[in-house]
């Protein structure tokens, strides 16, 4: 069952890996950067949404409940400490 869902993961992010893959060999400069979740709680709460949701788009006229304290403590720079 654990390599059905691996394999079946490979398989959707598949055309997206492609995708950066091209975009990464075009004539130009590009940084790749990972950052922690705990640096970028909003990036984090929308992934999280979208893994949650039936639909293949969503779009909000304003954030989504939850998302919007995480954007205060952005703006103000407040940052969360990793725990490890």
Same mark, same amino acid.
């Given at each position: =069952?654990?390599?059905?869902?691996?394999?079946?993961?490979?398989?959707?992010?598949?055309?997206?890996?492609?995708?950066?893959? @091209?975009?990464?060999?075009?004539?130009?400069?590009?940084?790749?950067?990972?950052?922690?979740?705990?640096? !970028?709680?909003?990036?984090?709460?929308?992934?999280?949404?979208?893994?949650?949701?039936? !639909?293949?788009? =969503?779009?909000?006229? @304003?954030?989504?409940?939850?998302?919007?304290?995480?954007?205060?403590?952005?703006? =103000?720079?407040?940052?969360?400490?990793?725990?490890?």
């Amino acid at each position: =069952m654990l390599l059905d869902c691996y394999l079946l993961i490979k398989w959707v992010y598949r055309a997206l890996i492609f995708e950066i893959r @091209e975009l990464l060999r075009r004539d130009w400069t590009v940084r790749i950067e990972h950052t922690f979740r705990e640096a !970028n709680f909003c990036a984090d709460f929308m992934a999280k949404l979208a893994t949650s949701c039936d !639909n293949g788009l =969503m779009i909000w006229d @304003e954030p989504p409940q939850g998302l919007q304290q995480l954007l205060l403590a952005d703006i =103000m720079r407040i940052s969360f400490p990793r725990i490890v």
